[in-house]
């Protein structure tokens, strides 16, 4: 009886299942490096490599297929709690993508965390909000940290547009969400409350006719103002939205080894920018002397110098440093009185007359050699809005003294003729006082720029309303909260083609993250409103602005500031055509 098999024939069988899976291995390793079409590219880059000849070989192969490798994808975003300026909570944002394989950290991101309408706040309520600010923080982590993550990963950094809008609709389920809370709230507490009873029926529906309306009717202006504004709506949290779209900017820019202010060109679509760009002008503040100064006149909450365009930044700054110099030996002289560095980077002081802190501007320029209206001019932030006197429905301009909305008019139109150096007006009046806005442009802003800040429409509004009646020459926009970068985009094409002038400003609460002088390069802002050059949350943007000068000056793409201060000059000489629609509330370029 013969035996087959055995332990040679069961060796001889598995050997063969061995060779044989090991050929449909190589089979399979040679079909996915041909998909891939790596023995191409490894012949291509060998034979080259031959003739080039490159000093770090393995430097040279890493470089080229680099170049093939996946996109940089989000892996994860990650919030942390950090303090601005005035030591209260805001987020800090930091973008890890997944880079060749490997996680890594790509850039940070932080953003002011603003609470409350500025038309609302004070210097007497503006620093009560601690509580809401820590509030918002840690909704904003919740929100970074777990659905915002979750809903981001795997997201190309590069895709602006797309990320934006996932965090905008993001945002808007939530206040949606928010809303739905509040009127089952509202339904549960209607449901929970006693009947009330109807009022008892007095004796004293029969002495309507003892009251005296027309005794009331000497207490009550002959014209009123228009009541203030509901506040603008604020949602804890929001700051999340604007810090993480901010972070994906900054590291779609660190990414494509491109700077920030380029990135933000690309993505307004602006690449004739690209060839040559202009530095925004920049608003510097000299003095506060407003309402929280301690005098008795209210009217100045910032005196801000603006130097010459032809000068650069470099000269611009050392020029308002000597400036400010010059004005600290002035404030510490005999008899001066009290001051203080204020929260906006420039000394604080109290007048009790208008034409003070002018009078001492003139003094320090004069000492410098410096020539007001040409070496540099002036611009006013008013913050009207601090001064209404809701009771009497006026504007207290000096302690005692109160100016209807109306009369407010002519004190401008006095003020700039007085002092021909001042070329613009912040906030000349309340938002509310629309009609008085229309004639102060028009009577005005042939000569001197009239801008909004806290008088203008928030982003929200001026995206889904639009500019409505262009009541002023330009606006003062903020990146805060909710707001995304391809938001300021949108806001800085609308105002372009509305002859709108577009100002980048900072909020009163920053931090040291120094973005903003990217953004207000890419977008082409005219101005820029940083403050004074103290603080260093605030000199981290100007110092940003002189890399950023100096670097498109070796690049060759510095092109030059517009001549609107020069314009100003020629239309004071009596030349009315030059520069009229960059001024004119109403004219489009």
């Known amino acids: 009886m013969s035996v087959s098999g055995g332990p040679a024939a069961s060796s001889r069988r598995s050997s063969s299942l061995e060779a044989r899976d090991f050929y449909q291995l190589k089979q399979r390793a040679a079909e996915y490096y041909r998909s891939n079409a790596v023995p191409q590219r490894m012949q291509q880059v060998l034979n080259t490599m031959f003739y080039e000849k490159p000093d770090d070989m393995y430097g040279h192969l890493a470089n080229y297929f680099a170049s093939f490798a996946k996109p940089a994808a989000i892996s994860r975003i990650i919030g942390r709690e950090i303090l601005d300026a005035n030591s209260q909570s805001t987020i800090e944002v930091e973008v890890l993508c997944t880079i060749k394989n490997f996680e890594k950290s790509v850039c940070f991101a932080a953003m002011s965390n603003c609470c409350s309408d500025p038309n609302y706040t004070t210097q007497d309520t503006g620093n009560n909000d601690n509580e809401e600010k820590a509030q918002s923080a840690n909704i904003a982590l919740g929100w970074v940290n777990e659905p915002l993550n979750s809903l981001l990963k795997g997201l190309l950094p590069a895709n602006q547009i797309h990320v934006d809008k996932l965090l905008s609709e993001y945002f808007q389920r939530k206040v949606e969400e928010d809303e739905e809370q509040k009127k089952k709230d509202n339904k549960e507490e209607k449901l929970t409350e006693p009947e009330s009873l109807p009022p008892p029926v007095s004796a004293a529906i029969g002495d309507k006719k003892k009251k005296s309306p027309k005794a009331k009717k000497s207490l009550v ?282 100002i980048s400003g900072l909020t009163d609460e920053e931090t040291m993250d120094d973005s903003i002088a990217d953004i207000a390069v890419g977008l082409g802002a005219r101005f820029i409103k940083l403050g004074g050059l103290c603080h260093g949350e605030r000199v981290a943007k100007y110092n940003r602005l002189l890399a950023i000068e100096e670097e498109l000056a070796q690049r060759g793409a510095l092109g030059m500031s517009c001549f609107i201060l020069f314009l100003f000059s020629l239309q004071r000489m009596g030349d009315k055509d030059y520069g009229r629609s960059d001024r004119n509330c109403t004219a489009r370029e």
């Not at 603008?232 to 999340?240: C, D, I, R, T």
């Not at 990414?255 to 690209?274: M, V």
């Not at 100064?293 to 930044?313: D, F, Q, T």
């Open 221 to 502: 202006p002959e014209k009123n103002i228009n009541p203030r504004e509901p506040p603008e709506p604020f949602f804890p949290g929001s700051v999340a939205i604007g810090a993480v779209s901010l972070a994906i900017a900054k590291a779609s820019a660190r990414l494509q080894n491109i700077i920030l202010y380029l990135h933000i060109a690309s993505l307004n679509q602006a690449e004739e920018r690209l060839k040559e760009m202009s530095m925004p002008l920049p608003l510097i503040s000299i003095l506060e002397c407003g309402k929280s100064s301690g005098g008795k006149a209210h009217l100045l909450k910032e005196v801000i110098a603006i130097p010459k365009p032809s000068l650069g930044y470099k000269q611009s700054i050392k020029m308002i440093r000597d400036l400010q110099q010059e004005i600290s030996k002035w404030m510490f002289a005999p008899k001066i009185g009290l001051a203080a560095m204020s929260q906006s980077g420039c000394w604080k002081k109290g007048y009790d007359h208008i034409e003070q802190p002018f009078e001492m501007i003139q003094e320090v320029c004069t000492a410098l050699q410096l020539t007001l209206g040409d070496d540099l001019h002036l611009m006013l932030n008013c913050a009207a809005h601090e001064l209404m006197d809701y009771e009497k429905q006026k504007y207290e301009v000096i302690t005692g003294v109160l100016k209807h909305p109306d009369e407010m008019i002519e004190f401008y139109i006095n003020l700039v003729k007085q002092y021909p150096s001042i070329i613009g007006l912040i906030d000349p009046l309340r938002k509310e006082d629309v009609e008085q806005w229309s004639k102060l442009c028009s009577l005005l802003s042939p000569q001197c720029y009239i801008l909004a800040d806290a008088a203008s429409r928030s982003i929200d509004k001026l995206l889904t309303e639009g500019l409505g009646t262009k009541l002023y020459s330009g606006l003062v926009v903020k990146h805060a909260n909710q707001t995304t970068i391809s938001n300021l985009i949108q806001v800085a094409k609308l105002m372009e083609e509305n002859a709108c002038i577009f």
